[in-house]
């Protein structure tokens, strides 16, 4: 027999604390619950309360473990009764822990949103599954420990994303989904290969066991070269300049909870991936130095805006702002203080809930005026005075005026980078924001405002589009109006998500007590 | 040994890039399932090839072993496999569904999702 003494370096001993397990219930319960669904397949009225109770679940589960990470700092689960490094560990620190916690709330929203919005064929296709698994996915990504494990769950993510995107099969949907998945199968592969080799070097996959195997590693060029890989490939992910193109080609497409649930989560979970590589794997930047991130970053905020200007279709203007908050959130990570860490974090979660609710809006507004092209939009304010309210306090949280969420993670972003002498980065976040001002201020002049298409005078405008009902409408505009109390709550009393941001921004740059909860010691 | 391998895995990115620069999508598909090979192949030679030791532990073992073979790379490389094989035929069904709904598969012609160019929409403000 093998000698117990080695046995216990290697495997656990003693059997795991169900407490313990609160670390994977946000992606557990909704897993459970999707292969449940899966069976149910074709019972058509069970598939919306089952997917609700999941995710209700699941939010309070990532409502727990967030409980748990305040008071007790960073949470590892390693699985199968091994020890780390040699099982798979979930390890969940302030960051992770947030993240689920909201991407779970965005779900809820868009599950509330769905009954408006699914048709019985999409139902019937699996649509509660699928997105049920995206939060899986989603959710996994945010809590995982291990490198390898990060690129499986992109991958859960990956496939139902393809499935959400082509529901319904229409042509433009078909077109969109070419582009959506060559390019981001591109991406996920480019982090496989990046993986392999740091595999190769540091013999290793665990994120916590990284942290000291690539400080000790000798291999600094060839490190370098990996931090670009990671890049490359979280960037094709986050849809930074110059790899965003899938973005606006394909978030359009779906039909409009689809679009708000890609827009709520999937980027941020790229910028999630970039965040942790490059504290944990490559705390210094290696090759690409955190100058390459500004640059990216300044970039992406600043074509952002021109492209969101350019755009004649509303859902394609709201994937260019979209991609200009990915900026911002690159900038954050680039000058790396803890401020702009706390910065980066805030607006990563008024960036969730906001462009969901944008996107949402969206499908109301293109609902009411039978198309998505702002041309042919007008007279809202004319039909319903909330929608109009409610597409103008998002338009100012998207472009971060009062008083709304926006501001502050942009007013710390800018003096973070005063703080470090990154004036051109100040410019770019400006420009950014002006130029957002310019297309949100632009569409809402149009949408909005104007009396109806180009050319006709005002008031004799009649609305191609379906009257909406009373009560769709309010089934459409209740998760609308949550994103816009939550948006201004925040906006006016922003120190309640600035400490969790802060605490985030400590758990980002403080790796010991992450390091200490996956490997012990 | 390590070193012939690794420049067949060379070999085979250069041919899945080839691939994927092409306009024609059934060429993309074909590239991305040869890049999903090459990965499984780099993934398999970092893990370090050896020949002679299996990776299984004799029972009456006391001490360290050195020189086994490693098997956590095979291990990497079936969730790969499967994942790739997942992947890959869902962008086949996709390109074929592309292929019979637009009538082209040049994806220099795919733009159904894309703005068309139009006349400039008049200012009204």
Redesign the interface.
């Known amino acids: ?3 117990p003494t ?1 046995l216990s370096q290697a495997m656990k001993t003693t059997p795991t604390l169900l407490a313990d397990w609160n670390i994977i219930m946000p992606m557990l319960i909704p897993l459970v619950f999707a292969a449940g669904s899966l069976m149910l397949r074709g019972k058509d009225k069970w598939q919306m309360p089952m997917a609700i109770v999941a995710v209700l679940l699941s939010l309070f589960g990532a409502a727990n473990l967030f409980l748990d990470i305040l008071y007790l700092g960073p949470q590892s689960l390693t699985l199968s009764g091994w020890l780390a490094p040699y099982g798979i560990s979930f390890t969940a620190d302030a960051l992770s822990a947030l993240f689920v916690l909201v991407a779970s709330l965005v779900t809820l929203l868009i599950l509330m949103y769905s009954p408006a919005d699914v048709d019985k064929a999409a139902i019937k296709s699996g649509y509660y599954t699928l997105v049920l698994m995206l939060l899986v996915g989603v959710n996994g990504s945010f809590l995982t420990g291990d490198i ?1 494990n990060l690129y ?1 769950w992109f ?1 859960v993510m ?2 139902s994303s ?1 499935g959400l995107l ?1 529901l319904g ?1 229409e ?2 949907q ?6 959506y ?2 390019l981001n ?2 991406g996920t ?1 480019f982090f ?2 990046a993986t ?2 740091l ?2 070097i540091t013999g290793t996959l665990n994120f916590a066991h990284l942290f000291t195997q690539v400080a000790n590693s000798e291999a600094e060029g060839t490190l370098a070269i990996l931090s670009l890989m990671f890049l490359f490939a979280f960037a094709i992910k986050a849809a930074a300049f110059p790899m965003y193109f899938w973005l606006p ?2 978030y ?2 779906p039909r409009v909870a689809v679009s708000a649930i890609f827009a709520g989560l999937l980027t941020k979970v790229g910028v999630y991936a970039l965040i942790r590589i490059f504290t944990v794997v490559f705390p210094e930047g290696n090759g690409a130095a955190f100058e390459i991130f500004g640059i990216l970053g300044g970039l992406t905020v600043i074509v952002g805006g021109i492209g969101a200007i350019a ?3 509303l859902r ?1 203007m709201l994937a260019y702002l979209l991609m200009s908050g990915v900026g911002i959130l690159m900038i954050g990570i680039s000058i790396h203080t803890d401020l702009a860490l706390a910065a980066t974090v805030q607006y990563a979660v008024h960036s969730m809930l906001v462009m969901t609710g944008l996107y949402l809006l969206s499908g109301v507004i293109g609902r009411m005026a039978g198309s998505f092209e702002i ?1 042919k939009i007008g007279g809202i304010v004319m039909q319903n005075h909330y929608v109009a309210i409610a597409f103008f306090g998002l338009a100012l949280a998207v472009s971060g005026l009062p008083p709304f969420s926006g501001l502050w993670p942009k007013y710390m972003m800018v003096q973070a980078a005063f703080m470090n002498d990154n004036y051109w980065l100040i410019a770019a976040i400006l420009i950014g924001s002006f130029l957002t001002i310019a297309a949100v201020g ?1 569409a809402s ?2 949408m909005i405002w ?1 009396g109806g298409d ?2 006709t005078p005002d008031g004799q405008y009649e609305a191609r589009g379906q009257r909406l009902g009373a009560k769709q409408l309010r089934v459409m505009m209740l998760p609308i109006a949550i994103i816009f109390m939550l948006s201004f709550a925040l906006g006016i009393m922003p120190e309640s998500l600035i400490r969790q941001a802060n605490l985030a921004a400590y758990d980002i740059l403080n790796i010991a007590p992450y390091v200490k909860s996956t490997l012990g010691g | 040994m390590e070193f012939y391998l690794a420049i067949l895995v060379g070999l085979i990115f250069a041919a899945s890039t080839y691939m ?1 620069l092409s306009r024609s ?1 059934i060429r ?1 598909v074909l590239g ?1 399932a040869l ?2 090979n090459a ?1 499984n192949l ?2 398999f ?3 370090r090839v050896t020949r002679h030791i299996p990776p299984i ?1 004799p ?1 009456d ?2 001490g360290e072993l050195t020189g086994i073979a490693n098997p ?2 095979q291990a ?1 490389i079936l ?2 496999i499967v ?1 790739g094989f ?2 890959f035929s ?2 086949l069904v ?2 074929y ?2 292929y019979e ?2 009538g082209t598969d040049n ?1 220099d012609e ?6 068309k160019k ?1 006349e400039l ?2 200012l ?2």
């Open positions: 027999m093998v000698d080695i390898f499986v991958e990956l496939i393809f082509i099969g042509k433009i078909l077109d969109g989904a070419v582009k998945a060559f199968l591109l592969t496989l290969i392999g080799l595999y190769g080609a394909a359009h497409t755009q004649t279709e394609r041309a632009r002049i149009q104007r180009v050319d | 994927l999508v993309l991305v890049l999903g990965v780099l993934i030679t970092v893990g532990i029972l073992l006391q956590l790379p990497l969730t790969a994942i997942a992947i869902f962008i996709l390109a569904r592309a709904s637009l994806s795919m733009r159904v999702a894309e703005p139009t929409t008049k009204t403000y």
